[in-house]
């Protein structure tokens, strides 16, 4: 029987092959790809081999290959070709797992290693950990492609409405690629003035401009060895995207007032809730630097269109403005949850967020958060909740407190009852009740009723409630 040959997939970037994939044949499996717009190779694919003769890679190929893990690829150059210059080396380099080959008839040797084993999902606690919720689909491409991008030093350009976590995934994508200990760098360009967004992301020298009293590094010198967030990216002046356009490519900045270039390491990551095809047609975004920043995009889904995820968000963020305000953790009630899941929350996760905060802040003492607190969610912003009381949601019908005795109306059959039975009955019905408000915290649930956490599990114990099970107490383990 014949054995399997590896398989060497070539992206020639359109230049001619000359055969050289038939003089392979004896060691490899070889496919030829010979578009200049290389796609991903094939997934049984062992050695990825690249032409690469041009000045530096095309932003197809580094799109393709943030998507590839630790797949092995060699960058095939002719004998007769053009040196490259040092930072066109490293554009080449930062494509992953690579090693250079003069192309001739000798076949590419083997890989530095074999390609990765796919990366198992993440759990919901790891998923939280990094400030995200991955459980609708929608969610999962998105935590798919920031895993991807955080393996590599690929530019990505992160595109959603405004208050949909975009700087959350760029801190995740961070804490998840092998800069996680070095600076994130956030800059909300929308929020800095025109005149001055060139000297806060490049630095000036001292007599730069009236202020400039000594050499003062940018933002990009910042978060040298880490990641720079570029959050608003379309609304930055002509001046300002050639800069940018500029340490993209040379990854160097030119700070204001002269002096020479300063080499920079930095992984940018983009934001905008516009669409920068339309701005580019209107003249107001370059459309080289979109080529630039568009290597991994990334789409964020609004609020609206992953409901599902709103109670998990909800209990993060319950859990989270608790503690910054010194306050013991609260509960929602779970008839809360249908009525979150049912907004339309126009500001996103933003909004949601805001929502909790005011919902703990204006609930006093009260341990337990119900769908009265949330009433406010009908009234327009900036408008006294009377203007949405027509738009007032009926209470639960489950009790919210414990019933007292004067609330707790039994009468007595002429047969008699069996008392011991009666109390046990409510005992496990309140408990259970305890448990659902607190979603499953046996401490949180224990206080509700009065008692002990030793007392509680005791008549857990008792009723033969012991499988109900608990969960985090703060919700993002």
């Known amino acids: 029987m014949t054995p399997t040959l590896p398989r060497l997939h070539w992206s020639t970037l359109g230049d001619d092959s000359l055969g050289q994939e038939h003089r392979w044949a004896h060691a490899w499996e070889v496919t030829v790809d010979r578009s200049a717009a290389p796609a991903l190779p094939p997934s049984d694919t062992d050695l990825w081999a690249v032409s690469a003769d041009g000045a530096e890679p095309p932003p197809s190929l580094v799109r393709a290959a943030a998507e590839v893990g630790a797949l092995p690829i060699v960058l095939l150059r002719s004998p007769g070709a053009a040196p490259l210059a040092p930072g066109q080396l490293a554009a080449w380099s930062r494509l992953g797992s690579v090693r250079w080959e003069t192309k001739g008839d000798d076949p590419p040797t083997p890989g530095l290693r074999p390609g990765a084993a796919p990366l198992p999902p993440l759990s919901a606690s790891q998923t939280l950990q990094l400030g995200l919720v991955g459980l609708s689909p929608a969610m999962q491409d998105v935590v798919a492609k920031a895993r991807a ?133 209107e003249g107001k975004f370059r459309e080289d630097l979109l080529y630039r920043l568009d290597v991994v995009p990334i789409h964020l889904p609004p609020l609206r269109a992953r409901r599902e995820e709103v109670p998990f968000l909800a209990q993060h963020f319950l859990n989270r403005k608790a503690r910054e305000h010194g306050l013991y953790p609260k509960a929602l009630h779970p ?60 209470m639960p019908e489950v009790p919210l407190e414990a019933p007292g005795p004067d609330t707790l109306a039994l009468d007595l059959p002429p047969e008699g009852l ?60």
Request: glycine share 8%; net charge negative; aromatic share 4%.
């Open 149 to 281: 991008a955080a393996a590599t030093k690929a530019t990505v350009l992160l595109i959603g409405e405004s208050g949909t976590g975009k700087e959350v995934v760029a801190r995740a994508i961070h804490r998840m690629s092998a800069q996680a200990s070095n600076p994130f760098v956030a800059v909300h360009c929308g929020a800095i003035p025109e005149n001055l967004i060139e000297s806060e992301l490049f630095g000036y020298t001292r007599g730069a401009f009236t202020d400039a009293r000594k050499d003062t590094p940018g933002k990009f010198q910042e978060a040298d060895g880490g990641t720079l967030f570029l959050d608003e990216v379309s609304t930055m002046s002509t001046a300002a995207q050639v800069r940018l356009l500029r340490a993209l490519q040379e990854r160097e900045v030119q700070p204001l007032g002269g002096g020479g270039p300063v080499k920079v390491d930095v992984r940018v990551v983009a934001a905008t809730n516009e669409d920068l095809w339309a701005r580019v047609k």
């Open 335 to 394: 008839s809360v949850d249908p009525q979150l899941m049912a907004h339309p929350w126009p500001g996103n996760v933003r909004q949601l967020e805001n929502a909790i905060e005011r919902a703990i802040v204006l609930s006093g003492r009260r341990p337990v958060l119900t769908r009265e607190d949330f009433l406010f969610l009908g009234a327009e912003p900036g408008k006294p909740l009377e203007a949405a009381a027509g738009d007032a949601l009926p």
């Open 418 to 477: 069996d008392l011991n039975q009666v109390v046990s009955d409510v005992e496990k019905k309140l408990m259970l009740q305890s448990l659902a408000i607190t979603r499953g915290n046996k401490k949180r649930a224990a206080e509700l009723l009065g008692l002990k956490r030793t007392t509680f599990l005791e008549k857990m114990k008792r009723l033969d409630l012991e499988g109900v099970e608990e969960e985090a107490a703060d919700g993002e383990a």
